[in-house]
Nanobody, 123 residues
Framework: QVQLVESGGGLVQAGDSLRLSCAAS????????MGWFRQAPGKDREFVGG???????IYADSVKGRCTISRDNTKNTVYLQMNSLKPEDTAVYYC?????????????????WGQGTQVTVSS
């Protein structure tokens, strides 16, 4: 079973940057596409971005141009670099491992989830 642990969240000011990390436990990490989701209080969990087995990445319109996803298969780690953070980016951020090698924008496409890391952006 894939175990995922997010880190890197915190309290920042609008305009700041953060890099979130997601460390995976298994050595077959590269066989999974990885996704990042976020969930604010009272809202549904929403897709932020993802990176496929081949390294192709996609992003939600709300973060496109401000976020970059990368993966280091040798370290079994995926990253979410977030720049120009806005108060509306405040949420718990989750990483997830896809059921396949391809990115899905739907939570149903992911079999494994981390516990989340809180990102709070003050204005």
């Amino acid at each position: 079973q894939v175990q995922l642990v997010e880190s890197g969240g915190g309290l920042v000011q609008a305009g700041d940057s953060l890099r979130l990390s997601c460390a995976a436990s298994e050595r077959t990490f590269s066989s999974h596409a990885m996704g990042w989701f976020r969930q604010a209080p009272g809202k549904d969990r929403e897709f932020v971005g993802g990176i496929s087995w081949s390294g192709d990445s996609i992003y939600a319109d709300s973060v496109k141009g401000r976020c970059t996803i990368s993966r280091d298969n040798t370290k079994n780690t995926v990253y979410l670099q977030m720049n120009s953070l806005k108060p509306e980016d405040t949420a718990v951020y989750y990483c997830a491992a896809s059921r396949t090698r391809y990115v899905s924008k739907n939570t149903a496409g992911y079999a494994y989830w981390g516990q989340g890391t809180q990102v709070t952006v003050s204005s």
